[in-house]
């Protein structure tokens, strides 16, 4: 982290600084369309973002949970978690639009795994 200050934070990120407030106590989490940017200005990894469980849908928590126990997930893994595979397929897209995760191709085979 960069040790700046909630209002700094507020600003960088065009937010309140009562949003900032609340996310550090665990009273909201930032909309999907700004955690991208959150993960920027805070210079976060994808391992210090997953800690905030707040942030995500209870399918990517189960996604990240998979990736972070295995170090990598597949689509064989993916089309198991929860109800629909496309929409686990959709939220891994999304983890990788905002740098959570990344997406490697090998042997014929698409992997995702935390992007450090």
Known sequence: MKGLQQK???DLLGVNENSVVNWEKDRG???KSNIKRVIEVLELNSKAIVQYKNIFTPRQEKLLS????????????YRRVG????GAYSDLCWLVEVGILKK???ERHTYYTLDD
């Open 66 to 77: 998979l990736v972070w126990e295995k170090g990598q997930i597949s689509r064989e893994d």
């Open 29 to 31: 989490a930032p909309i």
């Open 83 to 86: 109800d629909s595979w496309r």
């Open 8 to 10: 700094e934070v507020a």
């Open 104 to 106: 490697e191709r090998r």
